[in-house]
């Protein structure tokens, strides 16, 4: 969200209450790829898996959190005000426009090595989408592959 030359609009926990039949009654949280679960396959890690320990841990607290704002909307808690128990894997949508200089400058920065692993998972196959529909413009953008 630092970039200052585009325009974002993007989903709203304050005002989104996951309890409800919209949402179908549950918040949907994002599995962070270095987890390194088979892509696809997530049904398969249930509870009672514990072949990936740290997968584990994780979904353990993706429960606790949603059963604790589900508690919280339940005893009168506004959405804006439950929301502060999610998460950082809640997930949200988000909607970006730029020009195309503006376009190459996220794809330098969010492409790179040093860039955080979910935003380079985001980022690097949008950038290749687009080398194939603009290569004049994106073809000269390089960035390391997302696992070496």
Known sequence: MRHRIASYSQESTRYCNYSKDKFD?????????????????????????RENKELLIWLEAMDIAQEKYNALIKNGWQPQQARSVLPNSLKTEIVMTANL????????QRTAKAAHPQMREIMIPLLEELKTKLPIIFNDIKYDRLHN
């Open 101 to 108: 200089r503006e376009w190459r400058e996220v794809f330098r």
């Open 25 to 49: 009654n549950q918040i949907t949280f994002v599995i962070p790829e270095w987890l390194d679960i088979e892509e696809g396959n997530y049904s398969y890690y249930t509870f009672e898996n």
